[in-house]
């Protein structure tokens, strides 16, 4: 058997919408080898969806997987797997993110590393429509992404060691589709301008490590105003995150999970924000001090037996 893992991702970071991402160490995980017999599959799921989660050929992760092979012109090989999830599902951590990132790996493991790194980021694109999430599922670490003359191309930074974060996951899930339904077609030239002067001081403070800068810039006006009210809480924490003690808030990629960036041992105070939420009458679960690898699915496959 094979072993790999495929990191969750935070998708957005403020106002790169679809353009920055950055992988968190938090993973899908999965145990694979070849059946003899092409076209086959024997699939388990343990975690989170596992009691909805298809354990057939309608599995992203196999649909992905199969897609390697179709693209090869090369006839399916059976295929055994156990996967792991511990990646909350549609709560805006790029699950499908990485469950298309795991499955082309797979494939790609199994057919002795057939594909380029190009090839493996563009496949993975076409089956999920955006690049920030695969990007940073494959790569790891903080990464600029977009698609020229339909080619990805991916830009990849070292995240800084004292950024880690508080994930706010609320027990109602939110899809990609959905949050992505309520997007306007426009928007005002000035929401574009400060959009823009936004997004490059994210990259450029984050890329410097500069967290004090990069905590100013967070503030997202191309879909945040938009998702607001799919995102219970969110425009009052972000109020006060940073009297908080955090360096900021906002959406993680299309919600509804909210993600509290945060400087590695400066204290915080999470009760203001519990309390926005039990107003809201919300359900969550809490994760602190989370951190982000420099690292991706790409790297992270290891035959154990
Ligand atoms: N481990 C997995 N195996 C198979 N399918 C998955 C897995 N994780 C997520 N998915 C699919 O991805 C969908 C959620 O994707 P999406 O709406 O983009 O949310 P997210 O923000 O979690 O990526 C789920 O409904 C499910 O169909
Ligand atoms: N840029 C996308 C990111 C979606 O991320 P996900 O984790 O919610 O799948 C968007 O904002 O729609």
Redesign the pocket.
Known sequence: MKHLRVPA????VGPG??TLGLAFEWFLECYFTKLPENGTLEMEIEGFGKKYIPVTKENIIYKAYARVFKYKNIETYGLKININNSVPI????????SAIVMGILVANSLLNNILTQDELLQLAYELEG?T??ITAALLGGFITSGVVNGQVKAVKFNIPGNLICTLIVPDYE?S?VK??KVLPSEISFKDAVQNNINTSMIVSSLSKGDLKLFSQFLTDYL?QPYRAPLVKGITKIQEIARDCGFLGACI????PTIILFTEKNKSTDLEPIKKILKDEKINFTIYKDINFINYGGLDLLSKVR
């Open positions: 991702t935070s998708a957005n919408f679809d549609a709560r805006g951590m790029g699950s499908s993110s955006h920030d999430n939110l990609t949050a992505r879909s993680s990629g299309a919600g």
